[in-house]
Nanobody, 114 residues
């Protein structure tokens, strides 16, 4: 059974930081392209950052220079370090794994507010 379990969401002040984690099980993690997506109320789910099996990364323009995606294959975990948070970053953040199949986590809420 495949599971992607996100953690690390919560409330942060503008300019603050959060680190999201996504622990995967039931897949050959080191073969999968891993990504973080987000969905704000009333908006579509969009890609925030992605990382390939060989650690090539890609970011949405809106988060470049502020967010960093990384992976630890030994722990089957992908991370999203979020710095200089803005109110526009408020959303539910979803972990995604894609290779032979595609899987989603349940999502974790990130709220940026003073």
């Amino acid at each position: 059974q495949v599971q992607l379990v996100e953690s690390g969401g919560g409330l942060a002040q503008p300019g603050g930081s959060l680190r999201l984690s996504c622990a995967a099980s039931g897949i050959s993690f080191n073969r999968y392209f891993m990504g973080w997506y987000r969905q704000a109320p009333g908006k579509q789910r969009t890609l925030v950052a992605a990382i390939t099996p060989d650690d090539t990364t890609n970011y949405a323009d809106s988060v470049k220079g502020r967010f960093t995606i990384s992976r630890d294959n030994a722990k089957s975990t992908v991370y999203l370090q979020m710095n200089s948070l803005k109110s526009d970053d408020t959303a539910v953040y979803y972990c995604n794994a894609a290779w032979s199949s595609m899987y989603w986590g349940q999502g974790t809420q990130v709220t940026v507010s003073s």
